[in-house]
């Protein structure tokens, strides 16, 4: 039989004690968790557990969504999506025949290849402001101008001098 330990327990309850002691020293340190609670101070925990939490890893489109969102950039980004993804906005036949110029104050500039499709566009601006509107939500794209295709314009700024302008120096 073993022999009694001095103090008057038995060898398990030393052990028991000592783990005890060992224990309540790792939680006030933090180093493991309470089992009632999920963490024993204000430190973060170390591990997620089976649960997602912030972080997880997370989808790269979210996060660029929370980007946007945190710095104000969702008008600009409405303009982004106007101006590169046109073809996918109007569809493949319309998107080859004209072309987004430039969004400003809801108002989409389209510049068309030819006269013929700029009277088409203009009769399908209804159609296409719809059409907008469901991709991109209401009041992004408020109107639409439609332009035919033109030469060269010599124009800069706001004001115009009468004459013949840069054909003169032409010889």
Partial sequence: ??????????????VREALARAKASARERGVIRDTKRK???????????AHPDERDPQRVG??????????????????????ACWDRLVGADLASHCRPDRLH??????????TAWATQVR??????????????????????RVLGPSGP??????RRVPGRGPRDTYG
């Fill in 39 to 49: 963490w024993t101070d204000d430190r973060e925990p170390r591990f997620s557990g």
């Fill in 62 to 83: 979210s996060e660029i969504d929370r980007l946007v969102a945190d710095n104000g950039w969702q008008a600009t980004a409405q303009v982004a999506t106007v101006l």
């Fill in 153 to 158: 314009d010599w124009r800069h700024g706001g």
């Fill in 105 to 114: 104050d809801g108002e989409l500039v389209l510049v068309a290849e030819s």
């Fill in 123 to 144: 009769l399908m601006t209804a159609a296409i402001l719809a059409k907008l509107a469901v991709e991109l939500g209401s009041g992004v794209v408020t109107s639409l």
């Fill in 1 to 14: 039989m073993p022999e009694q330990p001095p103090g008057g327990g038995s060898p398990l309850d030393l």
